[in-house]
């Protein structure tokens, strides 16, 4: 089999005026990025309003391992499927960050013949969004360093300053920093760090603002820090949220791609799901809802983190409600949650299967306690026996669900018809009841214990008075009916990576909590997780370079 | 008189193929960015290479002052008038920051009836080329401290490291970092520090770059620091070198614009010319000089620092040789170099201009010693007299050069119609016999002392011990044949900024070098220069900002 980017590099891409007729895009729309890109324009989304919306359908999965499960690639396989039924249908995913692409993930365009393309310029600056979303991260941070040069007329405490740098690389020299040194000209030194900028609070704002004035509103709310005597400042007090949100006018337009197969894609935003709220944009979640009878779209890592965040707080804010959820699932992966080591995941072991069955179950049962109807679609590996399939099938049949050999890594769209199938017809179905976990009047720390009650199976969450205090104050202040971002560990249920399977009575010990006055959220972070990635040892990067014609080699 | 914003909104743009057209450009080397923005394809650039270059014309000016003189105004006017005198003309500027724009100085694409348009894109984001080669440094940089926390198998000094890291931004908090804090997972804690993304060497090596295999190379050049006993790393030992090219691939390409007339602009790269070597990329001067007859490009701030390193970095190391020079001034700016309050210029004052009058005669001279033959640019206000420009004129008369009253700022390409008439004379004259001011084969204190003296009029340069030594080592390490880049105010020929005038028998004090292997020269600091600037009392930003129909506001 060749590589995703031998793929994508032997596909013919139309030109993307083509692939907006399909979806029903006016040429006028487009803003084009290239002969392959497009940013569909404010005033084409805002004229949309009232047209009635598609079914929504997301895609999520078990915990993620080091055997890769697909998550992105049955988006795409399974649009293309939809589409290829007949059923008009859009993809909206996330935009990758550079940061993982340098450093061990590489490419997060999907994969095989299930990929949105040009896949080289979608995982690299694509049409500049994220670099948009850290410049104005980083001009509020300027402003407020700024600010204290010059007289502090706002009275920032220097020590409660929590707005944080941003920069989309992964860096972990920069996770804890000291600024302003060497004297007089340089300011006042204190202690600051960057975040990588899918964890930033810009990009959860950008994510989930309406429209532009939502936008603006919402980055004035943010909040940089306190006054000593705890009065929080704002972007807006700073004046700086005019500027931000110039410097963020132009990428909110969503991204208009394809797929191999033509399928139209909204390309957009891509905050992380383990520290943030992990979806693509609400902007381009509801235009591709206007422009098609289906929208396929994905939420990141597991469905404890990804898709969680997804139905408490982008459906929530945004007043969406999916019709349906496909959690992905692998056999190799399912063995690897069942204790099997990595070197010996081609030899059947329907014990381990069965072992690691119950993190796809409960996976499956939280998506149920939305309401929501369910089928899990399991990519199949050439490896995977009868045997092992047959285990995961009947599992899942005792939970009402099925459970989808998909094969659209190397069969395109024909290899998840039987998913696009089984989606139509649980939408057909009408039986999804979506309702959030937690009601907006619960306590913050009620909502974070009812997460992991609910979803994670902890026996209780292990708050540090400090952590508590802060929470009361953010209730005090009137932040007490957001819902929470809880930010941990992909790997496990719990906040410890090495808990695989189905762990129960673990505790949720959280570290810290951070108020995003902007995005509307309250970022809970558990466990060692970090709000900044290091490289590894041999980071993608050193793999990644310029052909001999100017072609990108290196990106997988 | 309306604003430059207003001026701009107003103007009713070509579609970019058009102007692409009428440049000789085909469509299919356009990628476009937008409807008014396009990038041209590196295959198109590299197909150019053997037809005739047209002819070369530098504008640079006097010592700016707070009055402001109008170089890029000047050059789109001058461009504008030349091609509405039938001859096929291109301008070639360089992209702006977004640190000023943010900061003090507002934008960079000229003004009045003479920008380049689209105004507020160019000011912005553009096409994204200065955020890819600030992630190109910044990927560079985590390598850096990822190859310490990794095990450091080449043996970096961390006390040895000047790579720094940069951001787009005035952010003075940034100059002087400690990183890698917090602990074992976060590195080994070092000093670092930040540089404007346009005083950084990526941006010297993207400017410099003659195509893709030339721009990899250089990158792999750059030094990152040294070992314990003295050895250079560079990136190529990190293997960095390979994705910072993939980073800056697309960046590599020239944008095409318009003016406000309908001439065709390339406006490319943007290092600053006080800390860097201030002016647009090679591959775009190079490109437009096969694509017209003559190509108008601009050096920034006085001649002393953009003219002087355009002619001795940019023109030596591609074979570039310009036929005239425009040097800007105005009336106002003289009166400022003589003395006059900033509030007493709307006074006639003849005694002021001729006591400012040196400063010009400088700049004059010293783009004669290049054996360029000078035309000097004087742009109108309302307030300057006649027997004010009388001065003016008999003075550079006395220098054999013509001072041309220019009102292109309110008139368009009709107010330059005089100055793009000198400007051809000065072409069919075929006077220019230039020579850079040393040869290669000078010691690089040698160097410095050369421009110090003929340029600045400096009596000596001061250059501590240690920095001498440094010199010695660059040579010794086989770097001694590459040119000089002094970083030092703009406001002056000395290194002090209260300095007006012509000063004669200053020192110029050295305070540091780096050696730019990459882009191949060595960067000389001298007096207080930052290599990071900071915002003022009341930045610009705080006037940006989207109006009701989302339109920027505040870019002035």
């Known amino acids: 089999m060749p590589t995703d980017l031998d793929i994508a590099r032997a596909a013919t891409l139309l030109p993307i005026g083509e692939i907006a007729a399909r979806a029903g895009i006016p040429d006028a729309a487009l803003e084009p990025y290239g002969r392959y890109k497009a940013k569909l324009g404010l005033d084409f989304v805002a004229a949309q309003k009232d047209k009635p919306d598609g079914a929504l359908v997301l895609v999520t999965g078990i915990n993620p391992t080091a055997?890769?499960?697909?998550?992105?690639?049955?988006?795409?396989?399974?649009?293309?499927?939809?589409?290829?039924?007949?059923?008009?249908?859009?993809?909206?995913?996330?935009?990758?960050?550079?940061?993982?692409?340098?450093?061990?993930?590489?490419?997060?365009?999907?994969?095989?013949?299930?990929?949105?393309?040009?896949?080289e310029e979608i995982n690299l600056h694509f049409t500049g969004d994220f670099h948009a979303i850290t410049a104005a991260n980083n001009l509020l941070a300027a402003m407020v360093d700024n600010h204290l040069y010059w007289g502090n007329e706002l009275g920032l405490d220097a020590r409660r300053i929590s707005w944080r740098r941003a920069i989309d690389m992964n860096d972990r020299a920069l996770r804890s920093t000291n600024v302003s040194l060497g004297g007089v000209p340089n300011g006042f030194p204190r202690e600051d760090g960057f975040d990588i900028t899918v964890a930033s609070e810009v990009m959860a704002v950008f994510c989930l603002a309406r429209d532009l004035d939502d936008l603006r509103v919402r980055l004035g709310r943010i909040i940089v820090g306190q006054t000593r005597d705890g009065r929080n400042v704002t972007a807006h007090d700073l004046k700086a949220d005019g500027a931000m949100a110039a410097l963020l006018r132009d990428a909110l337009a969503p991204n208009l791609v394809q797929t191999l197969e033509g399928s139209p894609a909204l390309v957009h935003g891509g905050p992380f799901a383990n520290i943030a709220h992990g979806c693509n944009s609400v902007i381009a979640t509801r235009l591709a809802l206007k422009l098609a009878d289906v929208v396929v779209t994905e939420a990141g890592f597991g469905a404890d983190l990804g898709a969680e965040k997804f139905l408490d707080i982008k459906c929530r804010q945004a007043g969406l409600a999916p019709s349906a959820c496909v959690v992905v699932a692998t056999v190799r992966a399912l063995k690897l949650n069942g204790g099997v080591a990595k070197s010996a995941l081609g030899t059947e072991d329907v014990g381990a299967v069965t072992r690691g069955l119950p993190n796809l179950a409960r996976h499956v049962q939280n998506m149920q306690k939305f309401g929501l109807p369910v089928v899990v679609a399991l990519n199949r590996f050439t490896s995977d026996t009868e045997a092992e399939i047959g285990a995961v099938q009947t599992a899942m049949g005792r939970l009402g669900v099925e459970a989808i050999l998909c094969t659209h890594w190397s069969d395109g769209a024909a290899g998840a018809a039987d998913l696009a199938r089984a989606v139509q017809a649980l939408i057909a179905g009408k039986s999804a009841r979506f309702e959030p976990l937690y009601s907006d009047h619960l306590s913050l720390a009620g909502k974070i214990e009812t997460v992991a009650r609910e979803i994670y199976h902890a026996e209780r969450v292990s708050i540090p008075p400090p952590v508590a205090a802060k929470l009361k104050r953010f209730e005090e202040q009137g932040f007490g009916h957001v819902p929470v971002c809880i930010a941990k560990t992909q790997y496990s249920f719990s906040a410890d990576p090495t808990l695989l399977g189905a762990p129960e009575g673990h505790v949720l010990p959280l570290r810290e909590v951070r108020l995003s006055a902007g995005a509307s959220f309250v970022v809970a972070i558990a466990g060692d997780i970090m709000t900044m990635p290091g490289l590894p040892r041999r980071p993608a990067a050193e793999g990644i370079g310029l052909d001999a014609e100017g072609r990108i080699n290196g990106l997988f």
Do not use: H, W
């Open 67 to 119: 055997a890769g499960e697909g998550k992105t690639t049955t988006t795409v396989g399974l649009g293309d499927a939809l589409n290829s039924l007949g059923t008009r249908t859009m993809i909206a995913l996330r935009e990758p960050s550079l940061g993982p692409c340098f450093g061990v993930k590489g490419g997060a365009t999907g994969g095989g013949y299930a990929q949105v393309v040009p896949m």
